[in-house]
């Protein structure tokens, strides 16, 4: 939702900046991913510093796209690259906050994680596939920007149960939204 709303809007403000850079924004990927993995490893102990951390990650996910695009460097790998650590970070954060709420003797907690972490890996395949089938499908209204921006909240309020309630509704009614999408896409085909 946020990505179909605001779509590139940070290009042009940081697109002084990306012209001076010289690292690959495959390099900004990369660190991004680390810099999530520290947060996945320091959530379950220091859920505030966690956050910083994922907001941080987040800021490199945004930079290597708008380097790539300001300086031509856009590539079919480096898309590829780059949903596929976002698919290994989605899974650390949720599996972190899954091991800070068995820490926490919050059951409900660890299968909302979890049930979360699901709706998340369904999102994305529910993208890919309607690309391998032709049909664009940037709809649903808990897409990836959404979702780091929950888990960092609950990261600084300590209010994970009703966050995890709502990206665990909310990722699977994105879900639904995406093959609503793709079925009336198809039909529209066929007509």
Known sequence: MLSAKLGHFLDGPLEPVARRIRLTPNFFTAAGFLITVVAAV???????TGGVLILLGGAFDVLDGVVARTNGKVTD??????????????????????????LQGQ????????GALVGTFLISYARARAGALGRNCHTGIMERPERIILIAVACFTGYFLPILWLLFILTHLTVIQRVIHVKKECLKQKT
Request: zero cysteines.
């Open 77 to 102: 790998f480096g898309a590829f690259l780059d949903s596929v650590l976002d698919r290994y970070s989605d899974a650390l954060l949720f599996l972190a906050i899954a091991w800070y709420m068995v």
């Open 107 to 114: 059951e409900t907690g660890v299968f909302l994680s979890i």
């Open 42 to 48: 320091t959530i379950p102990y220091n859920q505030k």
